[in-house]
Each structure stands twice: as structure tokens, then as C-alpha cells.
């Protein structure tokens, strides 16, 4: 418990960290909130008056020191760019990106382990070449394109499946209807990290087998799948690693994949945040998800430590 | 007037890997001939990326106008769509003897969709809403939007119920246009929502109705039964934010959506051939680069005609933008009552742009820095139509360099104009919408920052004399006719670098008939209907 303390007071200066990059960054970024709500030719007052009510004529300091006192307590403000709570719009967006993230870390988690242990088991051979081939395919192509060339023969040649958005018009609480529509927007964004998975299972797997404990467990008579177990726990360790720093880029880097599929979810507002220099909404959706990256990774260490107890004493 | 053109995130690699696997694979079938008939839901895939918000001046820029302001509300006069020519709205007619005073006979019988009744009172409380500062109901960051249309008024007063009169600082021939601009909203629902909350459930006199909001993924819209200019044909209307165009080719293949604003203009053939609706018309529009005629070279008129006769406008109509725009002579587009007819044309002749340019004493060509923006609906598809521009201008010994800004920073830097950040440019990719508004002439060519937007150094007292003539005419014809040749003065002395003008693509379904395509940049939904 001590530990997960201590942990949690670490992250602290870190989360203290982003908040001032979060709010440095919209104010380095060239261009202005207002500039995309008031028409160039509107008169001088007009303008001065829509910039006090969002306070942007405060010093920098003052308004970062009020952005963080409402940051804290968990108010983000007004969106300037479409006049709603941006808590409003952080919570149905994260929601949705969390479908989305969730679905292509299950669909990466799983199928990279798996192609990963059998490549790493028959070293070598052609289902070796061929996972590592798939692997750097999949480090390699870029998800907008995948996701194009599957909407292309998923939606548009077989009709098999919705092409964009997260519902059918009138099934907005149809689970099933929702699956149908996360299914290619999990994969073109999952195919990534499937080769970066299944790359590091199979290294991992083949470092271990490498081990003496490997063959003291032959030499015991253990059977093919019980040894197998010992295997796959010592090659977790740097896989889990990997999997949450993967599983940060599934629900930060979508920016593409959603707006390819126009899924409502956090890459897209931010993305027309910054189109619209929308200050509260940036700096909030930063701020999330740098959060999510430092809780993933303190997860990770939990888990890592759970299984390797080794860890813990370190 | 420049905030139309929404970023949106081009996969133009992607647009083309999809136009090319799509090949050889139509199914080819005749556009039907649309007849009579109605119902049908009718789901747009439109630019912008999130559903634009629903006061009287929606954000997203003019799309947001389109497809949410023009549907939910009316102003007293009617930019009609159809025509592009002033109709009676909410106003049933208006009259000014000295384009000073103006009154607004108010339509009788008409409600708003809460039953609101419309008259001179609800018309006053919407101006109080934009122009009264100690209006309880006052609200700025409406107000702020509409400032450039309300900005000449000095006071509006009912006359009587039905009666609405509007005194003006000065003569202003032209402010029809800019009453099209302005909405009205039930009094009844801002008073009981609030400024911020209205937005949520909006109430206009328009020919739909909200239905239903799903965050940023569809609008639905039914429609309003008691329209006064008779109820839409359609049974629900449904607008999707889809901000990148091959989502919305993709939807569109897919039948997800039967309305496709702005495809990839490389997937044209493939759309006509697999027996869908292109749809284009010339609207107010022109795409241009903006030059700094304050400082060599474009200060000099010779590299101005130069630069112009060096691109093969035709080519890129036709070949690059595969027919989705038609070249410009000028910033006037050819189909306006307000088109010069007799102004220069500058016809593609490479040897006469070289022969100009070393006559400006360039024999040796000349070097220059254009900065443009890297998407927006309006801006069409800057960066093939610029790098066709550098090929073109590198023959006659103009090297371009393009520097490549978001949308919101070109416009930052366009408010600035050459003397700010933008001074080591030599011009600016832009586009504009000309001609939209009457005051056009006057805001582009000749007020400066901050009144207007002519930032190039441009200056004709001709040109300003006959605007001055313009806006105090009291007979429209003869304003119009003044308005034309000021037009004719700026295509002749190429304050503005003309490529071409946007035709408003869109592709329909075979299944959505009736429409009238648009001779305007808005579009009128209540004749469209779905067939099953």
C-alpha cells in the first residue's frame, strides 16, 4: 500500500508537469480563439468585449493560476467554440474513445500474443517468416490507409459492415449495432500495435527459453503446456510494458482512425478544437490524456509486480 | 464571409488508393427524372466536424448556416437559393426612400414552431438580443458574429404590430444583404432557456424542427408542417458531421448517407459511372491567390498579368479538378447580374507572360513566397491546386515557394495583412466568397483594416467613387450596373490573382430527387424528397 503511495505522489509533479505544458502550448500555438468567432471586419470593442468574457485579456500567469484552481476541482470550463461545459464534452467523447481504445487493445492484446508465441515457439520456421512479416506490416502501414482499403471491401464491395460513424440511424442504444460499427475502426487502429506485441512476445519468449529454469523444468518431466505456462509468465514482463504504452497510444492516438470513421471520440474533438483554437477544450483533453498516460503506466507497474514479485523488492 | 471553409483532415493517399480499388467496379444506372413526390429521409454527410451550434448564427462557418441557420430559421429578405435574388422572408415587403430609413412590412399569420406568434415585438427583441447593450437578453458572442451586418444600424423601432423600421448611419444601398444574414428566434424560448442554453433547443420560424441531438454524430430534423412557404417534402432530415471527404465518398458507396457534400475530386468518374447525382453550379466564389501589391514584384501590374497568363486555369478545371470548378477571369464569377462583361479577360499565353515579365524587368525570373491554408471546403483542394500553380509559374521563371498554414492561422494572418507576420509573403492563397453580399466590393477592394479587408495596397479612386455612387443609388438596377463595372475596374487592374471558381460539388443518391441545384452557396431542402 506504501508503495502504491508512494507511486501516486510521484505522478504528481508529472500531472503538475503537463498541466503547464497543456496550457503552455495553446498560448505558444500561433492563431486565436477569436479569430474564429468574430468576422475580421467586426469593430474593435466588439472584439475586446467577447475577448474579456473568456478572460483572454488576463496576464498568462493569472489565467493559468485560475485555469488550475478550476482544474482541480474538476472544472474545465466553458467550450468558446460551442458554448457547453467542456466536462460535457470530455465525458461523451473519453466514453467513446474508450470504445474504441478498448476494442483494438483486446483485438491487438490478443491476436499479437497469440501470432507472437506461435512465431517465438517455431523459431524459424515459415510461420515464424510469416508473423514477422505481418509484424512489420503492421508497424508499417499506416492505419488511414488500412482503414480505407477495408472500408473498401468490408463496407462498400460486401456490404458487410457500416463504413463510418458509432450507431445505424435509430439503434443509438443497440450493442450489437454498435459492435457491427466498431469492428473496422478497431482493427485499422489495433494493427500497429498487433505488430509490436507479437514482435515482443516472440523476443521475449525466445530469450526465456534460453533460460536454465527451462531446462531443469525438462528435466523434471514437465509436460509441453505446463512448461509452456512457466514460459509465457517470465516473457510477460517486458510484453505488459509494452501493452500499456501501447494501450496509451490506442486512446490518445487516434486522431486519424476517428476521423476517418467521423467516431465521436477525444482525437476528433481535439482536432476541431484546434481547428477553432477552442483554449478550454485543448488544454483539458492534454490534460486527460497525459493523466491516462501516467495512471496506464502506474498500472502497468502494479501488474508487472503481481506477476514478478521480484519486482516488488526492488 | 472568410470562415466558411472548415478544416478537415485530407487523406488525399487515401482518397486515391480508394478512387483507384473502386475502379471496374460500378454497377451503372440512369439518373432518375425527378417528378413529383414526397417523404423520404434525407442524411447529408456534411464538412464539418462536429454538429454546428444552434443559436441564430451557428459556428462551422457558412456550412453551419446552410444546413442548420437557413433550416431551423428565416430572415426578413431571402438570399434565394434558387436564384440568388432577394425574396420577401419574414418580411413580406420593405421599402427605404433614401436608403437611409427602411421598413419591413412584417408577414402576417406566420408562428414560430412553439407557437410563438412573429411580429414587430419579436422582431425588436432579437435586435435587442445583437444590438442592445443593456438588453436583459443582450448576448455578445452573438452579437460579436453579426457586427460586420448590423454595424450601420443606428436604431429599429416598431411601428405598429406588423410594422418594422430600421434608420441607418448613412446611405446604404446594400443592406438587404445584409438583412439575408440575420435570424430570428422565439422570444418565448430565450426567455425560458437563457442565452447559453437556447442553443440546445432552438426555435426559429424555418421550414424543419429539431428532433433529436446526438453529440457530435447526427442532427435529426423533421419538418415543419405549418411553413409559411409550405411544409418540406421530406419526412426526417438527418445531418452527419463527416469532416474527411473520403469518409464521406465512403458513406455515401456504403449507403450509410444519400447526400455527399464535397467528394475527392479524383473519385468524380468513378461516381458518375457507378450512376450516382454530381451535382455543380456556379455560385458566388473564387479562388485566388491575394498579392501584396505594395512591394515588387506584384506591385507592378506586368508580373500581375504575368503570374495570370501562366496558368493553365482550363487544365486544372478540367484535368486536375476532374470539372469541380470553371476558370476565373476575375474575382467576379461569370454567372453574377453583377459579372463585368467587358473587362479583360487574361487568357492562358505563356509567351506573352514572359515577354511581361522581363518587360517589368525580370528576364531572369523572379523568386516569391505565397503562404495558403492545407484544407477547407471553400478553399477546395489547396495543395494539388498549388503545386499545379508552381509547376505553371516555374515555365515563364516564377519559383514559388508555398508555405503551408492551418486554416486558422491564414485567417489570423489575412486580419494582419503583408505588414505583420506576413510580411516576407508576396501573396496569399485565399478564397472568398464574392459577390455573396452587395457590400462585397466594398469590404474586399476598397476599406482597409479594420472596416474592410483590402489588404493588398490596392487603391482606384475610380473604383471608390463608384462604390460611393453605388451604395447611396436608389434604384437597385442602376446599382447593380455601378456595382458591375467596380467589379470590371478590379478584374482589370488584377488586384486579385484569379485561378478559378468553385462549382459546389456534391453527389446524391439516385434516390434523392427534387432538388433545385443552388445557385448560391445555401441550398433550399423544402422541394427535396427521398423515393423508396
Not at chain 1, 496576464?59 to 482541480?72: D, E, G, K, M, S
Not at chain 1, 509452456?228 to 510484453?239: C, D, F, M, S
Not at chain 2, 453551419?64 to 428565416?74: A, K, T
Not at chain 2, 419579436?122 to 443593456?134: G, M, Q
Amino acid at each position: 500500500m506504501t508503495r502504491l503511495f508512494h507511486r501516486f505522489l510521484q505522478a504528481i509533479p508529472t500531472l503538475f508537469g503537463i498541466t503547464l505544458v497543456a496550457f503552455a502550448l495553446v498560448h505558444i500555438m500561433p492563431g486565436s480563439p477569436i479569430d474564429a468567432l468574430v468576422p475580421p471586419d467586426a469593430s474593435a470593442d466588439v472584439r475586446a468585449q467577447v475577448i474579456h468574457i473568456y478572460g483572454l485579456d488576463k496576464p498568462l500567469p493569472v489565467q493559468y493560476v485560475l485555469w488550475l484552481t478550476h482544474a482541480v476541482r474538476g472544472d474545465f470550463g466553458m467550450s468558446i467554440g460551442m458554448r457547453v461545459p467542456v466536462n460535457q464534452l470530455l465525458a461523451q467523447a473519453i466514453q467513446n474513445t474508450l470504445i474504441l481504445g478498448v476494442a483494438a487493445a483486446f483485438f491487438s492484446f490478443v491476436t499479437g500474443t497469440v501470432l507472437g508465441v506461435l512465431a517465438g515457439l517455431n523459431q524459424g520456421k515459415w510461420i515464424d517468416r510469416m508473423v514477422s512479416t505481418l509484424g512489420l506490416a503492421g508497424v508499417s502501414i499506416p492505419a488511414y490507409w488500412l482503414a480505407m482499403v477495408m472500408v473498401i471491401l468490408f463496407s462498400i464491395q460486401l456490404g458487410w459492415l457500416p463504413s463510418s460513424g458509432m450507431h445505424s440511424q435509430g439503434q443509438e442504444g443497440n450493442v450489437l449495432d454498435l459492435l457491427a460499427h466498431v469492428v473496422i475502426p478497431a482493427i485499422a487502429l489495433g494493427f500497429t500495435p498487433v505488430g509490436v506485441i507479437s514482435r515482443m512476445v516472440r523476443t521475449s519468449l525466445l530469450q526465456v527459453v534460453k533460460q536454465d529454469f527451462v531446462l531443469a523444468l525438462r528435466a523434471k518431466g514437465l509436460m509441453r503446456r505446463q512448461i509452456l505456462w512457466h514460459l509465457l509468465r517470465n516473457a510477460a514482463l517486458p510484453v505488459l510494458t509494452v501493452t500499456g504504452l501501447e494501450l496509451g497510444y490506442l486512446l490518445g492516438g487516434s486522431i486519424l482512425v476517428e476521423t476517418i470513421f467521423a467516431w465521436p471520440g477525444l482525437g476528433g474533438l481535439l482536432n476541431s478544437a484546434i481547428g477553432l483554437r477552442d483554449i478550454p477544450v485543448i488544454q483539458a483533453g492534454i490534460l486527460l490524456i497525459g493523466t491516462l498516460f501516467v495512471l496506464m503506466n502506474i498500472v502497468v507497474d502494479f501488474v508487472n509486480s503481481a506477476v514478478d514479485p521480484r519486482i516488488q523488492r526492488t | 464571409m472568410k470562415k466558411w471553409m472548415r478544416k478537415s483532415l485530407s487523406c488525399s493517399v487515401a482518397a486515391t488508393v480508394l478512387s483507384l480499388l473502386v475502379v471496374g467496379c460500378g454497377n451503372s444506372a440512369s439518373t432518375p427524372e425527378s417528378k413529383q413526390g414526397s417523404g423520404g429521409t434525407l442524411i447529408i454527410g456534411a464538412t464539418f466536424s462536429n454538429l454546428p451550434n444552434m443559436d441564430v448564427y451557428p459556428d462551422q462557418g457558412y456550412e453551419g448556416r446552410r444546413f442548420v441557420g437557413n433550416q431551423l430559421y428565416d430572415p426578413l429578405i431571402i438570399d434565394n437559393p434558387n436564384t440568388n435574388s432577394f425574396d420577401p422572408g419574414l418580411a413580406s415587403s420593405w421599402e427605404s426612400k433614401d436608403m437611409k430609413v427602411w421598413t419591413f412590412h412584417l408577414r402576417s399569420g406566420v408562428k414560430f414552431q412553439d407557437g410563438t406568434a412573429w411580429n414587430a415585438s419579436s422582431a425588436v427583441f432579437n435586435l435587442d438580443r445583437i444590438l442592445n447593450k443593456n438588453f436583459q437578453y443582450y448576448y455578445p458572442q452573438v452579437a460579436a458574429l453579426l457586427t460586420a451586418r448590423t454595424k450601420e444600424i443606428t436604431s429599429y423601432q416598431a411601428i405598429d404590430d406588423m410594422t418594422l423600421e430600421i434608420t441607418l448611419k448613412e446611405q446604404d444601398s446594400f443592406f438587404p444583404s445584409d438583412v439575408t444574414q440575420i435570424l430570428f428566434a422565439s422570444p418565448t424560448a430565450i426567455q425560458k432557456y437563457g442565452n447559453d442554453d437556447y442553443q440546445n433547443h432552438p426555435v426559429g420560424t424555418g421550414p424543419f424542427a429539431v428532433a433529436k441531438v446526438v453529440p457530435r454524430q447526427e442532427l435529426d430534423l423533421v419538418p415543419n408542417k405549418d411553413y409559411w412557404r409550405g411544409a418540406p417534402k421530406l419526412d426526417q432530415l438527418i445531418l452527419k458531421p463527416m469532416s474527411d471527404p473520403a469518409t464521406r465518398y465512403a458513406a455515401l458507396l456504403s449507403s450509410q448517407i444519400n447526400w455527399a457534400e464535397v467528394p475527392p475530386t479524383e473519385t468524380i468518374p468513378q461516381i458518375k459511372q457507378k450512376g450516382f447525382q454530381v451535382v455543380t453550379k456556379p455560385y458566388p466564389h473564387i479562388w485566388a491567390i491575394v498579392p501584396d501589391m505594395s512591394k515588387p514584384p506584384f506591385n507592378d501590374k506586368r508580373v500581375r498579368e504575368a503570374f495570370v497568363r501562366a496558368i493553365d486555369r482550363k487544365a486544372m478545371s478540367d484535368q486536375l479538378l476532374n470539372g469541380a470548378s470553371i476558370p476565373a477571369d476575375g474575382p467576379m464569377y461569370p454567372e453574377s447580374n453583377l459579372y463585368p462583361k467587358d473587362a479583360p479577360a487574361f487568357d492562358y499565353n505563356l509567351d506573352l507572360a514572359k515577354q511581361l515579365l522581363t518587360a517589368a524587368g525580370y528576364p531572369n525570373g523572379v523568386t516569391i513566397a505565397v503562404n495558403m491554408p492545407s484544407s477547407g471546403s471553400g478553399n477546395m483542394w489547396p495543395l494539388p491546386m498549388s503545386e499545379f500553380i508552381q509547376q505553371q509559374e516555374a515555365k515563364i521563371g516564377i519559383n514559388i515557394t508555398f508555405r503551408t498554414y492551418d486554416w486558422n492561422q491564414i485567417i489570423t494572418q489575412y486580419r494582419a495583412g503583408f505588414s505583420g507576420p506576413m510580411a516576407d509573403a508576396n501573396g496569399i492563397a485565399y478564397s472568398l466568397a464574392s459577390g455573396t453580399l452587395l457590400g462585397d466590393l466594398e469590404t474586399s477592394f476598397v476599406l482597409k483594416e479594420p472596416q474592410g479587408s483590402d489588404i493588398m495596397g490596392y487603391d482606384n479612386p475610380q473604383l471608390d467613387q463608384l462604390v460611393r455612387q453605388a451604395k447611396a443609388s436608389t434604384d437597385p438596377a442602376g446599382r447593380d450596373k455601378l456595382l458591375a463595372q467596380g467589379w470590371g475596374i478590379v478584374q482589370s487592374d488584377i488586384a486579385l490573382l484569379p485561378v478559378v471558381h468553385d462549382l459546389n460539388l456534391r453527389v446524391l443518391s439516385p434516390k434523392v430527387q427534387g432538388l433545385v441545384t443552388p445557385a448560391t452557396w445555401f441550398v433550399d431542402l423544402t422541394t427535396v424528397w427521398v423515393s423508396k
